[in-house]
């Protein structure tokens, strides 16, 4: 705590980032401009927890409304400013359309947890405010990983996303499982953040400089590769945040704070955290790492074969549905990976639409998860689904498009996805690493598919609670059925919308 407050006070005096460590005492101009997307969410995650103490329990609606709201003006205030980067707190922070991108993303998936969490946390009885707030205060972190253009930023950002996290994970106090998972991560997370702080100050101690852009001049020199702190320094940053979008064998903690975890909180997890390193990962690569040397394209195209094998063959023998879609998750990584192996414009363009398409087919899959679990059920096994089709049609329907979208089968925006990617590591030669990628997609097939004929094929061993459809999971199954399906029928425009994003950000 005592590390973070004093860097803190470093980054806001501009004491680094500075060539040669110099020292000033001024501090960097707030363009409030750019700056109001993020004081709009910290405001209105203040402001939720402010209203707690006012209304209490009989505050259901207002506390959603006005979770909800803050998120909308926030978002609505992002896509104003498409086109126009600006740059907040002297540069260390940068509202560019990659950065806007990720933002309205990071926005829509904290409003469907929101949406899908009203009925759970009532049932739960987990404290409504605190948990919207918690659920804000993370959506900030990721915003700020998302625009950092200095490392110190991407260390805060990191921070203010893991510590809402930490709680969220052990929200539900009176179980074990839930107490299990808040530590484990806590443990786990801090230890990742030790890499990547010491990482930072390796490449501090190399270019004189935590800015992006500086690093990226100094790295310009083939020369200053024979600096062992630069091989050093980039190593533990690329390690840390391995360990944030669960990259094998940075994984271990990933399924059992996923299946210990709330469920709408995994349901965040699952696709925000990912979302929020990969962009981080993205500007680091595309701004300060993009002239990697090649001795270093054999260890991350090792660590994306890693990653898709262990997460695919793992999740096969998972009978718990929560644990095998966070195994499932460890294998999109993977795929992620095979993107970041290629290093182009495409695949990076790849990257962001899969992102998208993650999302919504995991919180569709969340979504329905939670309609058919009784409340506090927290490790639901792959029974709870048996014979859903006769119990409720549309959500066997929905959850078995979210499936299908998960396995790469068309037509489903998880096909399309998966379809940019490969492509992107064949056109850069990556042949080899391609197939392979497809071969562990055809390996997924079966744990996804064997989901579909749980519902469909099996009668339930016992009596299973009546689905519970709110109208806030009903929202949200029929969102993610639309992103799903536009996505896999007419990628084009949200295509072309990543496309522009990672053009206007590679220049």
Known sequence: MLLSTVIT????????????????????????????????????ALGTLALDL????????????????????????????????????????????????????????AALTILVAVEYVEQTGIPRGEFYAMILFAVLGMMVMASAADLIMVFLGLE???IPLYILAGFLRRQVGSNESALKYLLLGAFASAFLLYGIAL?????????????????????????????????????????????????????????????????????GTKAAAFATLLRALGTALLPLPPE????????????????????????????????????????????????TSRGFSGILFYLVVYAFMNLGAFAVIIA???????????????GLASRHPVLAFCMAIFMFSLAGIPPTGGFVGKLYIFSAAMEANYVGLALLAVLCSVIAVFFYLRVVVVMYMEEPRE????PTLSPGILFTLVLAMAVILQTGILPGTMWEVAVRAVERFLG
Not at 374 to 380: H, K, M
Not at 463 to 466: A, V
Request: proline residues 6%.
């Open 160 to 162: 203010a996303l893991s």
């Open 296 to 343: 270093w394209t054999a260890p991350l195209w090792v660590l994306a074969l890693l990653t898709m094998g262990v997460g695919n063959i793992a999740a096969l023998t998972q009978q718990s549905i929560k644990r095998m879609l966070a195994y499932s998750s460890i294998g999109h990584a993977g795929y992620l990976l095979v993107a970041v192996v290629a290093g």
């Open 463 to 466: 009596e299973m609670p009546s």
């Open 203 to 271: 490449l501090y101690g190399a270019a004189g400089s935590t800015r992006l852009a500086s690093i990226a001049a100094h790295l310009g020199d083939r020369g200053a590769w024979d600096n062992p702190l630069v091989y050093l320094g980039v190593g533990l940053l690329l390690v840390g945040l391995a360990f944030k979008v669960a990259a094998v064998p940075f994984h271990m903690w990933l399924p059992d704070v996923y299946e210990g975890a709330p469920t709408p909180v995994t349901a965040f997890m699952i696709a």
């Open 372 to 386: 058919v679990t009784a409340p506090g059920e927290e490790r639901p096994a792959l029974s709870s689904v048996a």
């Open 54 to 109: 006012v209304v209490g329990g009989r505050g259901r609606f207002w506390l959603t409304a006005v979770g909800l709201g803050g998120l909308v003006i926030t978002g609505l205030t992002l896509v104003r400013g498409f086109g126009a980067p600006e740059e907040v707190v002297g540069g260390m922070l940068v509202l560019d359309d990659f950065a806007r991108f990720f933002h309205v993303v990071f926005l829509c998936i």
């Open 9 to 44: 006070m470093l980054a806001a005096a501009g004491t680094l980032g500075l060539p040669g460590g110099t020292v000033s005492a001024s501090a960097p101009a707030l363009d409030w401009g750019g700056a109001m997307p993020f004081l709009l969410l910290a405001g209105t």
